[in-house]
């Protein structure tokens, strides 16, 4: 069984900060890419950074100079910084890996985690 298990979520005025963070946990033999997506009301769910387990990092158009996506492999878990932010950024966010299960054989199962609110008032 595995868990990716946000946190960090809530409510920041326009231009303030937040950081979002998400462990995953379980039966885990190795993770691969994860990354942050969000769902605004009415929206579909959107990509919003992921990073390779060596580092690469890919960000949304819309994020790109405000939003910094890490890892920490030894732990398991991936941070979202979001700087700069705009009243667009209000969503859920979910964290989402790509994992290699114990005892799944050697493929990729992607996971995601059960979301977390951010709400950027103007």
């Known amino acids: 069984q595995v868990q990716l298990v946000e946190s960090g979520g809530g409510l920041v005025q326009a231009g303030g900060s937040l950081r979002l963070s998400c462990a995953a946990s379980?039966?885990?033999?190795?993770?691969?890419?994860m990354g942050w997506y969000r769902q605004a009301p009415g929206k579909q769910r959107e990509l919003v950074a992921t990073i390779t387990r060596s580092g690469s990092t890919n960000y949304a158009d819309s994020v790109k100079g405000r939003f910094t996506i890490s890892r920490d492999n030894a732990k398991n878990t991936v941070y979202l910084q979001m700087n700069s932010q705009k009243p667009e950024d209000t969503a859920v966010y979910y964290c989402?890996?790509?994992?290699?299960?114990?005892?799944?054989?050697?493929?990729?199962?992607?996971?995601w985690g059960q979301g977390t609110q951010v709400i950027v008032s103007s």
């Open positions: 989402h890996a790509q994992i290699i299960p114990i005892g799944g054989g050697l493929g990729l199962v992607g996971y």
């Open positions: 379980g039966s885990i033999l190795r993770i691969e890419t």
